[in-house]
């Protein structure tokens, strides 16, 4: 396949050139150095906000503050090496969930990547309004249609309004999923079948508030042939993350790569 070939990754009215989304790391693996080297390619890079503040000199005192001037100041840093398309990585469990989710949409994030919980009831700054589209794209992490299910409902329902795509994880990604160990071979649990039933979930949702909503696939894509195997299984973009740990551009310690 040519370059010219590989489709686009499109959620509204944000384009990725490359259907690639670097996959959140916490605790200072993937900062501004990866994601923005991974924007610059063409892809969604991705800041990770999960202890983004370690090496603040008041974490252990005052670790929310920490968080999030570590935060703004990575996003910043983003900004200035960067034109493309920028996220963040913020787990529904942590205590500065809500802390976090508002300094990426006061620093502009193009994108907000919501795991680790089911992000039911959100910040009312990022959905849209009569007077204002929303700012900022919102992609909750699933590991079922179950997961899809209970999230799209709860969003229409309440907020009239639903994700703008969504990244499913199968057993092999290094999410906060649920999956117990006896899974990971269980082709019952394999990304292969569980894609196909979240975009079955999410299809009446689309026609019904006509837009589309892109999926993506994620856990254990490595290869380009991975990535054809799971375009061709209707995923619009594969995220992918421990490849990217080894890279020089990676945020990481030496030690750690």
């Known amino acids: 396949m040519g370059l010219k070939q590989i489709p686009k990754l499109r959620i509204g009215d944000l384009e990725a050139n490359i259907p690639i989304v670097q996959g959140g790391m916490g605790v200072g693996i993937s900062l501004s150095g990866l994601a923005s080297a991974v924007a610059n390619e063409g892809g969604i890079g991705i800041i990770a906000a999960a202890g983004i503040g370690m090496l603040e000199p008041d974490f252990n005192r005052n670790f929310k503050e920490a968080n999030k001037r570590a935060l703004r100041r990575e996003i910043k840093k983003a900004r200035e090496m960067t034109a493309g398309v920028i996220g963040i990585n913020i787990m529904v469990a942590l205590s500065d969930y809500n802390d976090l989710l508002q300094v990426a949409l006061d620093e502009g994030a193009d994108v907000v990547f919501l795991g680790a919980g089911l992000p039911l009831k959100i910040l009312k700054t990022l959905l849209p309004n009569r007077s204002r589209k929303a700012v900022v794209k919102v992609i909750p992490i699933v590991s079922s249609a179950r997961a899809a299910k209970i999230i799209f409902r709860y969003w229409g329902k309440n907020y009239n309004h639903v994700p703008d795509a969504v990244v499913v994880e199968g057993p092999l990604a290094g999410g906060h999923l649920g999956f117990k160990k006896e899974h990971i071979n269980n082709p019952d649990y394999a990304l292969e079948k569980i894609l196909p039933e979240v975009i079955s979930v999410i299809k009446p949702y689309e026609q019904h508030f006509n ?34 740990v080894a890279t020089h551009e990676c945020d990481a310690s030496i030690r750690f790569k």
């Open 211 to 244: 837009k589309s909503i892109p999926v993506i696939a994620a856990g254990g894509v490595y290869t380009g042939a991975d990535i054809h195997k799971f375009m061709q299984l209707g995923a619009q973009g594969v995220q992918m993350a421990t490849s990217f």
